[in-house]
């Protein structure tokens, strides 16, 4: 029996119709499957646009190929000019080609009445305690008792690391096999602290900025663990996936955003993610974590302490100071 042959129009019609499917629809459902997030990551019209226009000059290639395939691509729609499909069906199809084409600019072009515009609470506090509002980073500005410790550790050559970045830590060593842990920074302060041990003459205040250099290193490595996938490299928001929530991340970079609140709603915040933002934060619920089921206090303050610096932004200093 002879397999029926459907032609090279109604080949380029299924081909548009399955690429766009796939692209549209497709793509989102495996992303879900890949991320394990409870929501598919959209895909960008511009994307779309670019598929689908790969799409039509394959076809315009294989179509335009020869002769006989460029007159079998056209046997169906000179078949419906003559009438061959039937008269009414030619005006039927002929009067709803217009038709569409209009309804699509009508639906495009038409003046909408929307409600209004529900304007972002950018940092809603209603059941933020005021308690927290005279936080301060601890470890933004180590204590004499902080410094001291590290100054004993980096003596010893024992400095130690959060275990997040520990492992890495420990790699490195192997591989270089560094006569000082701390020979894993470049910065100046670091090798300062480096230079006064080897002379046996530590000044606390060298050791403090070397401190503050590893603390800052530990925040930037939890913030690229948990936070730059959404927040981005330079904390604009702009991470890989940014654009799969209903609502982007904030850019911290802007001036109107992590400046004007102080650290301690700032760690508020990062803790209690989007199920502790009160009512008013509504349409607008963030999608972030409760960091504080999975990060400890520690992490989260170091965390913020790399957001401030990457954003190259200071806190607000509360009122009452």
């Given at each position: 029996?002879?397999?029926?042959?459907?032609?090279?129009?109604?080949?380029?019609?299924?081909?548009?119709?399955?690429?766009?499917?796939?692209?549209?629809?497709?793509?989102?459902?495996?992303?879900?499957?890949?991320?394990?997030?409870?929501?598919?990551?959209?895909?960008?019209?511009?994307?779309?646009?670019?598929?689908?226009?790969?799409?039509?000059?394959?076809?315009?290639?294989?179509?335009?190929?020869?002769?006989?395939?460029?007159?079998?691509?056209?046997?169906?729609?000179?078949?419906?000019?003559?009438?061959?499909?039937?008269?009414?069906?030619?005006?039927?199809?002929?009067?709803?080609?217009?038709?569409?084409?209009?309804?699509?600019?009508?639906?495009?072009?038409?003046?909408?009445?929307?409600?209004?515009?529900?304007?972002?609470?950018?940092?809603?506090?209603?059941?933020?305690?005021?308690?927290?509002?005279?936080?301060?980073?601890?470890?933004?500005?180590?204590?004499?008792?902080?410094?001291?410790?590290?100054?004993?550790?980096?003596?010893?050559?024992?400095?130690?690391?959060?275990?997040?970045?520990?492992?890495?830590?420990?790699?490195?060593?192997?591989?270089?096999?560094?006569?000082?842990?701390?020979?894993?920074?470049?910065?100046?302060?670091?090798?300062?602290?480096?230079?006064?041990?080897?002379?046996?003459?530590?000044?606390?205040?060298?050791?403090?900025?070397?401190?503050?250099?590893?603390?800052?290193?530990?925040?930037?490595?939890?913030?690229?663990?948990?936070?730059?996938?959404?927040?981005?490299?330079?904390?604009?928001?702009?991470?890989?996936?940014?654009?799969?929530?209903?609502?982007?991340p904030i850019n911290f970079t802007d001036n109107g955003t992590i400046?004007?609140?102080?650290?301690?709603?700032?760690?508020?915040?990062?803790?209690?993610?989007?199920?502790?933002?009160?009512?008013?934060?509504?349409?607008?619920?963030?999608?972030?974590?409760?960091?504080?089921?999975?990060?400890?206090?520690?992490?989260?303050?170091?965390?913020?302490?790399?957001?401030?610096?990457?954003?190259?932004?200071?806190?607000?200093?509360?009122?009452?100071?």
């Amino acid at each position: 029996m002879k397999t029926p042959r459907i032609g090279s129009f109604w080949t380029a019609v299924l081909t548009l119709l399955i690429v766009y499917g796939l692209v549209k629809w497709g793509i989102p459902a495996v992303s879900r499957e890949v991320t394990t997030l409870p929501f598919p990551l959209p895909v960008p019209g511009t994307l779309m646009f670019f598929y689908m226009m790969l799409t039509l000059i394959a076809l315009f290639l294989m179509i335009s190929f020869s002769d006989e395939a460029l007159d079998d691509f056209l046997r169906p729609i000179k078949k419906l000019l003559r009438g061959g499909y039937g008269k009414a069906f030619r005006a039927a199809f002929l009067l709803a080609v217009p038709l569409l084409a209009g309804w699509q600019v009508y639906e495009t072009i038409v003046p909408r009445a929307e409600a209004p515009v529900s304007l972002r609470i950018q940092h809603p506090s209603s059941n933020f305690p005021k308690s927290s509002e005279a936080l301060k980073n601890p470890f933004a500005s180590p204590t004499e008792a902080q410094v001291a410790a590290f100054i004993e550790q980096a003596k010893a050559n024992e400095v130690t690391f959060v275990p997040q970045v520990q492992e890495d830590v420990d790699n490195w060593m192997n591989e270089a096999d560094p006569d000082h842990v701390l020979e894993l920074f470049a910065s100046a302060p670091v090798k300062k602290l480096l230079a006064q041990i080897k002379a046996g003459k530590v000044e606390p205040e060298t050791a403090k900025a070397a401190l503050l250099e590893k603390n800052l290193f530990e925040g930037r490595a939890l913030y690229a663990m948990n936070c730059r996938a959404c927040h981005g490299d330079s904390t604009a928001g702009d991470g890989p996936m940014a654009d799969g929530f209903k609502l982007r991340p904030i850019n911290f970079t802007d001036n109107g955003t992590i400046e004007t609140i102080v650290e301690g709603y700032t760690f508020w915040r990062v803790a209690n993610g989007g199920p502790g933002l009160p009512v008013e934060a509504t349409p607008w619920d963030s999608a972030m974590p409760e960091w504080k089921l999975s990060l400890t206090e520690e992490e989260r303050w170091k965390i913020i302490l790399a957001e401030y610096n990457l954003a190259q932004k200071t806190p607000r200093i509360p009122e009452s100071h």
